[in-house]
């Protein structure tokens, strides 16, 4: 009798407790209970706003406690919150605190919580996240929370990193100055390992960059800003660009890609550096043309002041690129070891980087007429890569295609004695710049070609800018070139 009436007992309680949690009376019981556990106690508040006091510089902070609130599994329970996929990685949802909404977490025993203020002051938006903390805990919890904070949004954002693109879209007015950097997701396919370069210069460069990044206290402990500086140079196509986009994955650093020609001034570039955060890539192309044109304000003492670094703020570990197409008539104080650690050269393809390509974009490891190819190269007769890359792409449905189209335009521009060194000058001369325009076919008889690819060839030099005339000077000697400078940098390191 006692037995069956406590199962009775026993069952009413279960059943009971299943409709409690299956209905939203659980959630209001606990809500209730909170807001009047809340009136018992005095609180502490701790705003985090996004943005410094003289607008010009983002709240590292607000970064890292959005990060953070976004990990928090109660996110879940609060009214509202934002759900978004990244473009990278599509798969995955993130959660993100709505305005005015609150999240409770709790850490070392102590409950706490955030709130996620927006308001419009001046026409500025500001967002702050407002930590509500009892004033009990706040000497025992606060510096380590601060703490744990920093850590486990780091963590966060090492693991599921999306790589950004900032671009300068033009300086506005002082009060609209923050808004110079406008982000998107950073979604370039290429890798260092997808790049066909020697093999022993891209290991160099992996290494010099991952002992760089172990080197905070040794550069700390020599007065030097911790950065790192690159001079990728070479002939158009070569694999510069993509070069970079490969580094910043590597690293897991968002790229800020600096056009100096929407730069107005020296103190432009200044705020500029000053807006980046650390951790990044901060990349400026053609940075020869720009000195050799100098189309803005942005003078030769202003770049020099930016390559060194020493307006960045805020943990200061960056790496600098600046591409060229040739540093023959640049000033030599941009090259002065220091202000550049490393100058890697990008040379036009080889036989070796042509296998790279074939492999990659063809899916060949070896072919009959691969031996016809190497002796080609062996003549001097070359391209660009990416002028060979864009023939397998066209040709990729017929690897033989794409290697027999790949071997008359390496005769057709390939002629070594249109270099007077010897060396091919891939850049066609203006008679076949003519012939090309006059419609002259005949230039392309000389190879085993059907009519689609030597159209193809026509829209691939098109597409490059083959009939450009570009500068001639370049590094003949074929390989890449690691500078002195870093190579004397490690020693000395
Ligand atoms: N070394 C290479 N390995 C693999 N692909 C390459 C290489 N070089 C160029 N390409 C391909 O060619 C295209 C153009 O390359 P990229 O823009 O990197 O050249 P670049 O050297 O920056 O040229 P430019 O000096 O004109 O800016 C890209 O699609 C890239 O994938
Ligand atoms: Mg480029």
Redesign the pocket.
């Known amino acids: 009798m006692i037995l069956s009436s406590s199962l009775i007992i026993v069952l009413v309680i279960i059943i009971v407790c299943a409709i409690l949690r299956s209905t939203s009376f659980w959630f209001l019981l606990k809500t209730w209970w909170r807001t009047i556990e809340d009136r018992f106690h005095v609180y502490q508040f701790y705003k985090v706003p996004e943005y410094n006091e003289s607008y010009h510089q983002e709240n590292q902070l607000y970064q890292k406690v959005s990060t953070y609130v976004s990990s928090l599994s109660s996110i879940e329970d609060s009214d509202f919150a934002n759900l978004f996929s990244s473009c990278e990685k599509s798969n995955e949802i993130s959660v993100q605190l709505d305005s005015n909404q609150t999240v409770y977490d709790t850490f070392l025993g102590a409950r706490v919580s955030w709130k996620n203020e927006e308001k419009c002051e001046k026409n500025s938006f500001c967002r702050t996240f407002v930590l509500k903390i009892k004033k009990r805990d706040k000497r025992r919890i606060l510096r380590p929370y601060l703490q744990h904070i920093h850590s486990v949004s780091d963590e966060i954002d090492v693991r599921r990193k999306e790589i950004k693109l900032y671009t300068n879209s033009g300086t506005g007015t002082r009060t609209t100055d923050r808004q110079t950097w406008r982000s998107v997701g950073f979604t370039h396919?290429?890798t260092l390992d997808?790049?066909?370069?020697d093999s022993d210069v891209k290991n160099k460069v992996k290494s010099d960059l991952e002992s760089f990044l172990k080197s905070k206290q040794y550069y700390h402990r020599l007065g030097r800003v911790w950065k790192r500086s690159y001079l990728?140079y070479?002939?158009?196509?070569?694999?510069?660009?993509?070069?970079?986009?490969g580094l910043a994955k590597f690293l897991c650093y968002d790229i800020y890609d600096v056009d100096l020609s929407k730069v107005s001034d020296n103190s432009d570039l200044k705020l500029l550096l000053l807006q980046t955060s650390s951790r990044s890539v901060i990349v400026v192309?053609?940075l020869d043309k720009f000195l050799n044109e100098k189309s803005t304000g942005v003078s030769l003492s202003g770049v020099l002041n930016f390559m060194d670094g020493i307006f960045s703020c805020c943990g200061e570990e960056r790496v600098m690129v600046f591409?060229m197409?040739s540093k023959d008539h640049i000033d030599h104080s941009i090259l002065r070891p220091g202000r550049i650690d490393a100058q890697i050269y990008?040379p036009l393809?080889d036989f070796t980087?042509f296998k790279?390509?074939a492999n990659?974009y063809l899916g060949l490891k070896d072919h009959k007429l691969f031996p016809q190819v190497e002796e080609i190269f062996q003549h001097g007769a070359t391209l660009?890569?990416?002028?060979i890359?864009?023939i397998m792409i066209v040709n990729r449905s017929s690897p033989s295609r794409a290697l027999k189209t790949v071997i008359t335009a390496l005769q057709t521009n390939g002629d070594p004695t249109r270099n007077a060194a010897g060396k091919m000058s891939r850049r066609l001369s203006e008679s076949e710049s003519s012939k090309e325009r006059s419609g002259d076919e005949s230039v392309d008889n000389s190879g085993v070609i059907c009519r689609e690819s030597v159209h193809t060839v026509r829209e691939f030099r098109k597409l490059?800018?083959l009939l450009r005339m570009k500068s001639s000077g370049r590094k003949t000697s074929g390989g890449f070139d690691l500078n002195s400078s870093v190579e004397k940098t490690e020693k000395e390191g």
């Open positions: 396919p290429s997808t790049i066909a370069m990728l070479g002939p158009s196509g070569t694999g510069k660009s993509s070069f970079v986009a192309e053609d591409t197409n990008f393809c980087a790279t390509l990659n660009s890569p990416a002028e890359g864009e490059y800018g």
